[in-house]
């Protein structure tokens, strides 16, 4: 599926939390099926056990919708049992080919299983918009709200419903969320502060400090600490 991304974690101590990335996730984990909606602050893993083994697949900002069958706003900051968003048969069907296909650790199998749900799910229903993929991509080049909203022939008023339904937020917050996930990778690179601030966007060092504790929660130092 394409923007879908396949993971897998099993956690370990210390209990690193998920931070934004605008994205939703389908995840199996212990014999269960949830639905990770898009963040705005980091959600914490600490009620999960060391060893928890988990294979979830990532969709790109503003698909989640076109797979799920809600507005992504209904989703946002929340983690769902997939079962209160489809069909209960359905649901329970798929939790027995993915326990079949082996445990969360058989990612390949798993990870076959979800894409090919995930797929079936988009030819079902309408698809999605063409105009998200191009909201997201304007915001993570760094373009004003009022010049993504003209490029996809919007009122900034329609574009953040818009983005409301496909995104789980506004404009503005996917922007600074996607900013968040462009300096992350930029500072995990060896990137210097100072230079990761002035290629993701940010006015200065000081205003990547802020941002980044802002939606991640941590100063960049700890987000980025060994361990």
């Known amino acids: 599926m394409a923007g ?6 099993t956690l370990q101590p210390p209990a690193r939390p ?25 959600q914490s893993v600490e009620g999960m056990p060391p060893g928890t083994a988990l294979v979830g697949l990532r969709f790109a900002p503003g698909q989640g ?19 209160d968003l489809w069909p209960a048969g359905r649901v329970r069907e798929l939790t027995e080919r993915l326990a079949a296909a082996g445990a969360p650790g058989s990612a390949a199998g798993v990870g076959r299983l ?18 998200t993929a191009a909201v997201a991509a304007g915001l993570a080049r760094g373009r004003p709200v ?6 996809v022939a919007l009122g900034e008023r329609q574009l953040h419903r818009l983005s409301l339904d496909a995104f789980g ?5 996917l922007a600074r969320v996607l900013r968040l996930v462009r300096a992350l990778d930029l500072a995990r690179s060896g ?6 601030a002035a290629h993701a966007g940010y006015a200065d060092q000081a205003h990547l400090a802020r941002e980044v504790k802002l ?3 941590a100063p960049m130092g700890v987000l980025l600490a060994p361990g």
Not at 120 to 131: K, M, P, S, Y
Not at 146 to 151: D, K, S, W
Request: net charge positive; with cysteine; aromatic share 6%.
């Open 169 to 173: 937020y506004g404009p503005k917050t």
């Open 191 to 196: 990137m210097p502060y100072a230079q990761v």
């Open 114 to 131: 979800l894409e090919e749900t995930a797929a079936a799910r988009l030819r079902e229903g309408t698809g999605e918009d063409g105009r």
């Open 146 to 151: 009022a010049e993504v909203a003209r490029a």
């Open 18 to 42: 998920v931070l934004p990335d605008g994205c939703t996730d389908l995840i199996w984990s212990g014999g269960r099926l949830l639905v990770a909606g898009p963040d705005t602050r980091p």
């Open 215 to 217: 939606l991640a929660g």
């Open 65 to 83: 919708p076109a797979v799920f069958g809600v507005p992504a706003r209904e989703l946002r900051d929340r983690r769902v049992p997939l079962a």
């Open 4 to 9: 879908a991304v396949l993971w897998t974690r």
